[in-house]
């Protein structure tokens, strides 16, 4: 488990319960992942949420052509794999640290229990989601117009 | 205002109190929109949510070279206007009714008030946003690489 006041200190558990904070703490663990690490790849069964903590993650799509590119650069602070709090819980995309990370990697099926108990938690970590997924698509279309 | 037995229908609403559908049916009204209307553009405020209740909605992307590019066909039961739920709460395509639309339009920011209040209801309603996201993307990734 890892100390719940490292979990305070991000803007998307504002107003979330001790108690909810603290039974995240208890299902989460420190994760260190050395650059130049493929964490996972398209299609993985989501099990781990991730917090990063310190670090730099990119998010890659492999295109029909074998060209990989990508699309999302996650830093401190940000969310690592958003499948594992929706449905199909399956990874969409290559994860690979590009520095060295510091990460809180959080049990996926057990952080759902929790957002169903807690469904403030639910709305906070989705909305969080919804936004990266949101930025995410609005990298796609920048790079759909480039190559038209 | 709609009837709150209207909206227990979707599977989004599953589990949200008589009372938080009531709330929701109070800021709720009909619309018609007759096939062929353009409802909102880029970056329009997005001051409301819908949900499609009959009728069929493109969503479409303006590429750099001036072509339209459809990124997603919403039909009976999808969520329209997702940004009304996520910050900075403006529209980020066009939308186009591309045959007759009856539609439930709510009020954006008396819902985001809702789902403040009963967050049981913004996570259900984000998870379905996100989910609806996630969709896109796959979708602006095939087209990504289609044309590489």
Redesign the interface.
């Known amino acids: 488990m890892i100390s719940p006041e490292l979990l305070r200190r991000y803007p998307y558990f504002a107003g979330i319960s001790n108690q909810s904070l603290k039974e995240i703490a208890m299902i989460a663990e420190e994760k260190h992942v050395p650059a130049g690490t493929r964490m996972f790849g398209e299609g993985d069964p989501a099990n781990h949420f991730f917090i990063i903590s310190k670090g730099e993650v990119n998010i890659d ?1 492999l ?3 074998g ?1 990989i ?1 990508t ?1 999302d650069t996650l830093v401190d602070g940000d969310l690592l794999v ?2 594992a ?3 199909p819980y399956k990874t ?1 995309a290559i994860g690979t640290a590009t520095k060295a990370c510091e990460l809180y990697s959080i049990n996926g099926p057990r952080l759902r229990e929790l ?1 169903e108990k807690d ?2 938690l ?2 906070r970590l ?2 969080q ?3 990266m ?2 930025h ?3 990298g ?2 920048v ?6």
């Open positions: 799509y295109l029909g052509s060209e590119r699309v958003w499948s709090l929706i449905e969409t957002c469904p403030l639910g709305y989705t909305s989601v919804a936004k997924l949101a995410r698509l609005e796609a279309r790079q759909l117009a480039a190559v038209d």
